[in-house]
Every structure is written in C-alpha cells, then in structure tokens.
C-alpha cells in the first residue's frame, strides 16, 4: 500500500508536466518557420511523418514497456524528449527534424502507454471504486496540464518575442524536471523472469480488442473521436485568423479554452454522474454540432461581433467535450483490465488513434486546397456527424452495461477476476 500511495500522490503533480511540450507546442510552427527558416510544406512534411512515426513506434514500444517495465519506460521515454528538443535546437537541416520527429514519437508512444498504466497498476485491484479513483486523479492530472498549457500559451509567444530559443529552452527545463521526477515512480508489478513472449502477449491483446464489442467499440470510438480533434486543431485557429483575428487575441482565446478544457477535466464526475452510459454519446454528438455550428455560422454571414461570439462558445463546447473525453475514455478503456493486457490497450489505443489521425488530416488538406477554411469546416462537421452517428449506433447495446450483462470473455481480464 505505501508504494501505490505513493505513486499516488506523484502522479497527478508529474503528469501535467509531462503531457505535452509546454512553451514550445505554442510557437512550434513559428520556431521552424522563422528561426530556423523551413518553409511551410516542410512543416507540414514534419507533421505528417510524426504521425506516420507514431504507427510505427506502437508495437517497439510495446515491447519495450514489457521488457523493462511501466517505470523505466516512462523515464526513458522523458529522456528520449530531452534528446528531441536539444536536436531541434541545433538542427538546421530537414533530415535532422525528422529524425528528431522519430526520437519524439517513440518518446510519447513509451509514454502513452506507460503512465496511465502506473497509474491504472497503482490503485488497489480489490477497491469497488477502483474506476472512480483512477477518473479522479486522471481529471485532476489533465486539468492541471491545461491549467499550466494556458499559462503557457500566453507567455510563450511574448518570450518568443525577446528570443525564439527562450520557449524551448523552458521546455527542455521543465523535461529534465520530468525526468527526475519519475525516476520516483514505484514500479507495482515489474516484468516477470518467467513470461510467456511479448509478441503473443501482443497479439493476445489485439485478439481480445477485436473480439471484445465493448473494447472493440471503445477503440472505434476513441480513434474517430481523436481523428476529429486532430483536425480541429489547425481548422479552428484558421478560420480565426480567416475572419481577422488579430494572433494575440488568438492566443488569449485558446488560453481561456485551455482553462475550460482543465474545469471539465477536473469535474468530469458530474457530467458521468448525469449521463451515466449516455455519456460518449453526448460529447461525441456535441462535438460534431459544435463543428457544424462554427462554419456554418460564417457561410450565414452574419457581423463579425456576432459571428465571433457563436464561433466561441462552439469552441467552448468542443473544449469540454475534449476535457471530458482525455479522461473518460481511458476510464472506461481501464475497467475490466488488469496488468497483463493494460499496457497493450493503451497501445492499440494509440495506434488506431493515430491512423484515423493521418487518414482524416490528409482528407482535411485536401478539402482545403478544394475549398475555403469555413466551408470546410462545415462539410467536416458534416462528416463528423455522419461518422459519429454510424459509430455510436455501432456501439449500442454493447458499452455501458452492467457488468453481470457482459460475457465471460468480456471479463476475462477484470482485475477482480
């Protein structure tokens, strides 16, 4: 109990550190457009192989998290970080950032799968509020992270201004911190000597993702769901700059969107209280309307006054629909799993997430070479809602039942079995 305790009360202080690149993610494309003069294809060209080097880290990753365990893994993916933005730094060629990409991809794949699992691992197996534990601390992890994101995103861009390396070295600070950090990590149940091989341990596991519905439908869900946020982050922050938003007022309104992003974190408890089993339901649903409602809003033509207000609070809709999914999804991913096929599920996760990421961003560039930011974003809201739609009734009768209505199969990993 003293070591679960104690990863405990570390986690939801390491976790909001080691999220994301604070400081840096803000000025990122600013950073290689001007400092380090790459053109803008290329940047896209970066983007596009770290989501590519993303697929192709989850199965390595895997592995290695089985190998040498949750712990070690994590504290190699934060030094593996380190690398990555001291490569950036001195890096003026574009090999040089895309081996850097690849460094990073594996960084944040070890990481996906490793923290959460620790997390997960860390809170007593026999606790009939096990979920609940994990959702609590998990909300108050991700809320912290966009707490600190919001603070960041306004200084980065006025610390850019004094000088372009004054954000990724503030980074690379607050990675070194991370890494100290989860050297403190208790491993809970480390690699055993005498282990059946990862690779059918894997392929088990990808077995059980297909053969469950309920995890099978959790995955499908997940991987559309995070596809469509993954367009929304340059959709929505072009049709701002396409109406005329000036890129200060840009950056103080993603800040406040970040902090209502870390509330619906933090409180995601009231919204599944309310739901209950309807709860992916209404984000999901949410999401693509709000969607729908920000491009549509422009093609009515409007004033500019009203048009922002409606945009913004669509905005504030998909931000706490994205808050409440960072933590439910890996709540509802976690029950009826245990330390055996925990890590793999977080893997395929991450793996189907990243597909639909690469499948939908290259459909989103090309809507945009066909047509302009706001009717783009209203036919992909069109689309959203079509998808969403096909998925959540895909998904009826088969996630969100009481646990004696599932089969033995379904439970085969439940952590009270």
């Known amino acids: 109990m003293k070591k679960e305790n104690k990863n405990l009360r570390l986690y939801p202080k390491y976790r909001p550190l080691s999220r994301d690149f604070l400081f840096f993610y803000t000025i990122n494309v600013l950073f290689l457009t001007q400092i380090k003069k790459i053109d803008m294809a290329s940047v896209v060209l970066i ?28 504290v ?42 620790i997390l997960h691992e860390s809170i007593d197996s026999s606790s009939v509020e096990k ?119 840009i950056g103080i309104s993603f800040a406040i969107l970040n902090i209502v992003s870390a509330i619906s ?42 048009t922002l207000i409606i945009i913004f609070s669509m905005y504030i809709i998909k931000y706490i629909s994205v808050g409440l999914y960072n933590v439910l999804l890996i709540k509802y991913l976690t029950n009826f799993t245990n330390s055996k096929i925990d890590t793999k599920i977080f893997a395929v996760n991450s793996f189907a997430n990243s597909v639909t990421s690469v499948i939908l961003g290259l459909s989103a560039s090309k809507l945009l070479k066909l047509m302009p930011i706001t009717n783009a974003m209203f036919t992909f809201g069109i689309f959203s809602l079509v998808a969403m739609i096909i998925t959540l009734m895909y998904m009826k009768n088969k996630v969100g039942l009481e646990p004696n209505k599932y089969s033995n199969y379904e439970l085969k990993y439940d952590s009270k079995n």
């Open 131 to 249: 979920s609940n534990i994990f959702a609590r601390i998990q909300g108050n992890a991700v809320s912290g992270y966009y707490l600190l994101s919001a603070i960041s995103l306004i200084l980065s861009g006025f610390l850019y201004e004094i000088n372009g390396y004054i954000p990724l070295l503030l980074s690379l600070g607050i990675v070194i911190i991370t890494i100290i950090m989860s050297t403190r990590f208790e491993e809970v149940n480390p690699p055993q000597a005498e282990k059946k091989n990862d690779e059918e341990s894997l392929k088990e596991a990808i077995k059980f993702s297909i053969k469950s519905k309920r995890c099978r439908c959790l995955l499908i869900y997940s991987a559309v769901f995070y596809g469509i946020i993954s367009v929304l982050s340059t959709y929505e922050i072009s049709l701002l700059e396409n109406l005329g938003l000036a890129s200060k007022y």
């Open 265 to 306: 974190s933090r409180k995601q408890y009231i919204f599944h209280k309310k739901f209950k089993n309807r709860t992916l339901s209404v984000i999901g649903i949410l999401l693509s309307l709000s969607i729908i409602m920000s491009g549509g809003i422009v093609l009515l033509e409007f004033n500019l006054p009203f």
């Open 76 to 117: 190699v993916g934060n030094i593996c970080n380190a690398i990555y933005l001291i490569i950036v730094i001195n890096s003026t060629k574009l090999i040089q950032f895309l081996i850097a990409e690849l460094i990073c991809a594996l960084a944040f794949s070890l990481k996906d799968i490793g923290e959460p699992s």
């Open 47 to 74: 983007d596009t192989f770290y989501a590519l080097f993303i697929i192709l880290c989850q199965i390595p990753a895997t592995l290695i998290v089985e190998k040498i365990g949750r712990k070690k893994s994590v």
